[in-house]
């Protein structure tokens, strides 16, 4: 049988596509696995996970079923709110279809579960852009999660300013004195947020060391964001942290936490302050929040297992059913052409989805 040359040739092409779509589908199938295994083994040695779940059935009736419901139904307006964030602070550089973020936000959730402090959540959504625009996803990112602890940070900080005005523990002068530092500190945070375009500027001045220089030439791209691209994430980010607190306070009430609604929203605040402050594994969190609960509604005489019970299903609902259906999405992309390792015309998968629509257009400089 005659092989022409042509033929000849392709075979090489032939055999490294196959071997690169092979290579693709075990990391696909090892970030599955560890997925699987890092979130079994978590869910296996909390002591108290079966409580948890039968303090459920137990505060299931007919007249509080619409507050799980409701917390159910919150959930997927959290990660719309998200992904129209990120596809906002993405648009300078690479406009991108609602789904393409979705998926993005969500594969960033997936691997943010078994990555310390949540950098899963940068790597998940480079997956969904063109190597040449991971490190502009990681800078948008960034600032996103700016706006969010911005947010956390405000509402935290009025949140400690109030337990300590109705203490009659601390001195007022102590009292006074934090009230005009929390001021102080969001006057600042905000005046940085809205100036992170000119600080760009300013960092493009200095000369990293060899291998900083790929993200922070990056660093340029703020310069890219608006006032208004600001301002829009802003307010994501805040009916987002809106969202998620009427979710867990729903949920403390669900589980018969008997606090006043004002004092949860409070204390949900105080958590997340700590929660920006001092980044923890996800679920390590949900144990962390509901020891520091106790603490601040002591004087009401809440019981730990219903906080930590309304702690552990908000992580369940907000983000262990949503990481499913981020390993869906990353089961989509070419992970080696995200990554740099594979260039377009080596395989003709770069479309995503089924339905073959390009991952993103480019807008602007590629440098």
Not at 290 to 306: D, G, Q, T
Not at 347 to 359: E, K, Y
Request: proline share 4%; hydrophobic share 55%.
């Amino acid at each position: 049988m005659r092989i022409s040359y042509f033929e000849a040739g392709n075979q090489p092409m032939e055999h490294t596509t196959r071997r690169r779509r092979r290579l693709n589908n075990i990391i696909k199938v090892v970030i599955g696995l560890v997925f699987v295994g890092v979130i079994g083994y978590q869910l296996l040695v909390e002591k108290d996970t079966e409580a948890m779940w039968l303090n459920l059935l137990d505060s299931w009736s007919a007249e509080n079923a619409w507050m799980l419901i409701t917390v159910i139904a919150l959930m997927p307006v959290c990660w719309i709110l998200e992904a129209k964030k990120w596809k906002l602070l993405m648009s300078p550089a690479l406009k991108m279809s609602f789904r393409r973020a979705i998926g993005a936000v969500l594969g960033g959730v997936a691997i943010s579960l078994f990555t310390p402090n949540r950098i899963g959540e940068y790597g998940g959504r480079i997956l969904f852009v063109p190597s040449k625009y991971n490190w502009r996803a990681v800078i948008a990112t960034l600032v996103g999660s700016f706006a969010q602890n911005l947010v956390h940070v405000t509402f935290g900080l009025i949140a400690v300013v109030m337990f300590l005005v109705f203490s009659s523990v601390v001195p007022y002068a102590l009292r006074t004195g934090i009230g005009v530092l929390t001021v102080l500190v969001l006057i600042v945070g905000v005046l940085v947020y809205f100036r992170l375009p000119a600080l760009s500027i300013w960092a493009d001045k200095f000369t990293p060391p060899k291998w900083l220089q790929r993200p922070w030439r990056a660093l340029k791209y703020v310069q890219q964001i608006t006032d208004r691209d600001l301002l829009i994430a802003l307010g994501f980010s805040l009916t987002k942290y809106l969202v998620f607190s009427t979710q867990f306070v729903v949920l403390l009430l669900y589980f018969g936490v008997d606090v006043p609604v004002v004092w949860l929203f409070s204390g949900v605040a105080v958590m997340y302050l700590m929660q920006t402050g001092v980044p923890l594994p996800p679920f390590v969190d949900v144990v962390a929040r509901s020891e520091l609960a106790v603490l601040l509604w002591a004087s009401f005489a809440v019981n730990e297992l219903s906080v930590l019970a309304a702690s552990f299903f908000l992580w369940v609902i907000n983000l262990l059913i949503p990481a499913f259906f981020g390993l869906i999405a990353i089961s989509t992309v070419n992970v080696l052409r995200s990554l740099g390792y594979e260039s377009q015309s080596d395989n003709v998968h770069h479309v995503s989805g089924s339905n073959g629509t390009v991952a993103g257009t480019a807008v602007g400089p590629s440098k």
